[in-house]
């Protein structure tokens, strides 16, 4: 018999959620600035843009705005991680959310409702994957700069940014 398109969207959506809750989804092992992806595959520190990394968590740890950092590596020469000049505000905000580079892999962190992506605020499991390569940044300074992120966002909508115990 025949599925229709109904039902195979179904079956194609708990193949994926099978692979967030398994750690076998791509999503796992996608490549984001600091790492490499091995022959094998895994995610493996790039040494230079790990330094990068480690330098925009340390200078937003210190109070540095997301501007400031952003000037910070054009100034420096440094090309965002789409190899432009210039970094933006967006992309260092989001590089200072991702638990990769403590080590881990948050899967299904967004939601797409057929038109958009949305952010997955609890509507559906979201699946932390622990280990799953080298850690750049440790816990406790992930940790502080989502604390100051916190810390810096005036507006009440902010606040329910998503808080992670490690």
Request: proline fraction near 2%.
């Amino acid at each position: 018999i025949p599925m229709n398109a109904f039902e195979k969207s179904e079956v194609i959506k708990a193949s994926l959620r099978k692979g967030f809750r398994d750690g076998s989804s791509k999503m796992a092992k996608r490549r984001c600035y600091g790492y490499d992806i091995a022959s094998d595959g895994a995610l493996v520190i790039n040494s230079e843009e790990a330094k990068v990394v480690v330098w925009i968590f340390e200078q937003y740890k210190v109070g540095k705005s997301l501007g400031k950092i952003a000037a910070g590596l054009e100034q420096q020469g440094i090309l965002s991680p789409t190899g432009k000049p210039k970094w933006n505000r967006e992309a260092i905000d989001k590089l200072l959310s991702n638990e990769k580079y403590t080590g881990r892999v948050l899967l299904q962190k967004t939601i797409s409702t057929g038109a958009v992506q949305i952010e997955n605020d609890g509507l559906m499991d979201r699946y932390l994957h622990t280990e799953t390569h080298e850690a750049i940044i440790s816990d406790e300074m992930f940790e502080a700069v989502q604390q100051e992120k916190l810390r810096r966002s005036k507006s009440s909508e902010n606040t329910l940014s998503i808080k992670q115990h490690f």
